[in-house]
């Protein structure tokens, strides 16, 4: 009789493998039939260890996010360069991918539950619980849980632990990389928040388009570099330093007077086209 193979979580592998795939198989659209999602830089994925690599990356929604990173990442492991064309990358994805999220999330429902399963390593935020601020002590057992997946695999950690865009980073993201020394990629994602709803469950708008940007990996110095510098290293990597947000509201108002001209001209030929 064979042995049941589980990941170090207890998750069996054969379960969590046609997880990904149904799921794979129903958010495929999200990002290339809806919507579009445009990747550039993928092609690092394919040079890094196996092991003990942390993702980090902006906060946009609560699971549109992971999910296609899980495509993306899959994808760019199969031979493809920025592109998620032809889910036939699902049929042997790669299983020890993990990524945070907070224990209340993944516990709100059933789909949340079997999203867990694909790979969440659940903890409990110290700050926020049940839409209040609270100030409680990290568990240890959450730290042990992410060394855990750093040492199998890889893990995808959104390090401001929110969705709302220019929040601070936690601390506790510099602390894991200086703990456990692994390769540091930055994430920057956008579009997700005009596409889906804040779950990422819903399609709230459709013809969106989407990004993701993968960085080359974080020059850290683990041993001498203070938490301060990690952190700021961590905002600018994921463009969130309060520097950007400045730059983010000016293409927002140049957005808004573009769309004001454009709607004065359509406005115009409306009215010629009448005569």
Do not use: C
Not at 37 to 55: A, H, M, T, W
Not at 65 to 79: C, I, K, R, T, W
Not at 80 to 90: E, M
Not at 262 to 268: A, C, G, I, T, Y
Request: aromatic share 10%.
């Amino acid at each position: 009789m064979k042995l049941i193979k589980r990941n170090p979580f207890g998750h069996i592998l054969f379960i969590k493998l046609w997880v990904i795939r149904i799921l794979g198989l129903i958010s495929h659209r999200r990002y290339r039939g809806f919507n579009e999602l445009q990747i550039d830089g993928s092609e690092i994925l394919r040079d890094l260890p196996d092991k003990n690599v942390l993702f980090i990356s902006n906060h946009q929604t609560y699971f549109a996010d992971v999910a296609s990173m899980f495509h993306v990442f899959n994808a760019a492991l199969n031979e493809r360069v920025d592109s998620i064309q032809n889910i036939g990358y699902l049929w042997k994805p790669k299983l020890n991918i993990y990524f945070v999220a907070a224990t209340e999330t993944m516990k709100s429902g059933l789909l949340p539950k079997i999203f867990a399963y694909a790979g969440s390593v659940s903890v409990e935020r110290t700050w926020r619980s049940k839409g209040e601020d609270i100030n409680r002590q990290v568990k240890m057992s959450d730290i042990k849980n992410i060394g855990i997946a750093l040492k199998d695999g890889w893990l995808i950690t959104f390090p401001q632990g929110t969705t709302t865009p220019f929040k601070p980073i936690r601390r506790g993201t510099a602390h894991i990389i200086k703990t456990y020394k692994p390769i540091v990629v930055p994430i920057v994602i956008d579009g997700f928040r005009r596409s889906f709803d804040k779950k990422g469950l819903l399609i709230k708008k459709r013809g969106i388009l989407q990004s993701m940007v993968i960085k080359s990996p974080l020059e850290i110095d683990y041993e001498n570099e203070s938490i301060e510098s990690i952190v700021e290293k961590i905002e600018y990597a994921i463009e969130q330093h309060p520097s950007f947000l400045k730059v983010s509201k000016e293409e927002e108002i140049k957005t808004e007077d573009y769309q004001q001209q454009e709607d004065e001209l359509n406005k115009q030929r409306n009215f010629w086209n009448s005569y």
